[in-house]
């Protein structure tokens, strides 16, 4: 839900969206770390720091997935089917 939030406060610039931003932020900082093993932003031996390095690969690739085919597209107007 705080994700959502987010998004949703960043999809759009005006006054509405720039309320739910906050809110989905503060959500996050508040929410994020309860389901998370203790010690996990610190990369604390074992689970802690095996959570941390599979949350920034996946970020890293999906950040690549988003980024590579938008780069094609705009700088050296590539165009796929498949996109």
Same mark, same amino acid.
């Given at each position: 839900m705080a994700a959502a939030l987010t998004q949703y406060g960043v999809?759009? =610039?005006? &006054?509405?969206h720039a309320v739910w931003a906050p $809110?989905?932020?503060v959500l996050l900082v508040a929410f #994020?770390?309860?389901?998370?093993?203790?010690?996990? =932003?610190? &990369?604390?031996?074992?689970?802690?720091?095996? $959570?941390?390095l599979?949350?920034?690969?996946?970020? #890293?690739y999906f950040t690549l997935e988003t980024f590579v085919p938008l780069m094609?597209?705009?700088?050296?107007?590539?165009t796929c089917r498949a996109w």
């Amino acid at each position: 839900m705080a994700a959502a939030l987010t998004q949703y406060g960043v999809s759009v =610039w005006n &006054a509405w969206h720039a309320v739910w931003a906050p $809110v989905g932020v503060v959500l996050l900082v508040a929410f #994020a770390p309860r389901p998370l093993p203790p010690h996990t =932003w610190r &990369a604390g031996g074992g689970l802690p720091s095996t $959570v941390l390095l599979w949350a920034l690969t996946s970020g #890293a690739y999906f950040t690549l997935e988003t980024f590579v085919p938008l780069m094609l597209s705009s700088a050296r107007d590539v165009t796929c089917r498949a996109w």
